[in-house]
């Protein structure tokens, strides 16, 4: 049992070091770029969405969903949020490419979780 414990926490703090790797670059370009051009207002929103359905993961959200539900909202919703950051990575990389870097990485990141997610589901 102690094993399992020890494994959950660190679970949970590479999970944190892993969003702060993104979150914070994506702020620090937020503050750099009010000398430049300032990302756009939708890369917030997706940014902000990607960030909520990690969280809403990490904290067991989709085990409150009933079980059919939860199964037909998981991979639908990684998945359009990992195309709406794709585009926003892409658009953003022409405008402020110090914030385009960290969405571009949290999409990846994002979708091949959701793609390692459903093949283990699958099984």
Do not use: H
Request: with cysteine; hydrophobic share 60%.
């Amino acid at each position: 049992m102690l094993i399992i414990t020890i494994s959950l926490i660190l679970l949970v703090i590479f999970g944190v070091i892993v969003l702060t790797t993104f979150i914070v670059p994506a702020i620090l370009a937020i503050r750099k770029s009010e000398k430049g051009k300032r990302p756009y207002k939708i890369s917030y929103i997706i940014v902000g969405l990607l960030i909520f359905q990690w969280l809403f993961f990490l904290i067991n959200g989709y085990s409150l969903l009933p079980m059919d539900v939860a199964d037909a909202l998981f991979v639908p919703i990684w998945l359009v949020l990992c195309v709406g950051g794709a585009i926003t990575a892409i658009v953003e990389f022409k405008n402020n490419k110090f914030f385009s870097i960290p969405v571009g990485g949290l999409t990846i990141i994002s979708f091949l979780f959701s793609v390692l997610a459903y093949g283990i589901g699958e099984m």
